[in-house]
């Protein structure tokens, strides 16, 4: 028993991580919001095996979108302006 919670910290943290590191641009594109995900990784990861929940959540619901939106949120078209109120 003790192994598998261990086993469910060490993949909330890497989630946990993942998810940190990610540019913010990246999670506008994606359309999900940073600070709820963020916030909902690290309070359940704390929680050991109810943990697992949230990071299954995460690579079912969030991943997909973070993947398929790109780098950044940024127009690819020359004569579209970036938004100054979005921080990168």
């Not at 993949?11 to 600070?35: E, H, K, Q, V």
């Not at 127009?75 to 579209?80: A, G, Q």
């Amino acid at each position: 028993m003790n192994t598998f919670i261990t086993i469910c910290y060490i993949a909330n943290a890497a989630i946990f991580f993942y998810a940190l590191t990610r540019p913010s641009g990246m999670w506008l594109a994606a359309d999900r919001n940073r600070g709820f995900w963020i916030t909902t990784l690290a309070i359940c990861g704390i929680l050991g095996a109810a943990g697992l929940a949230a990071d299954a959540a995460f690579l079912l619901l969030v991943l997909p979108r973070l993947l398929g939106s790109g780098s950044t949120a940024v127009s690819e078209d020359p004569r579209v302006r970036p938004n100054p109120f979005v921080k990168n």
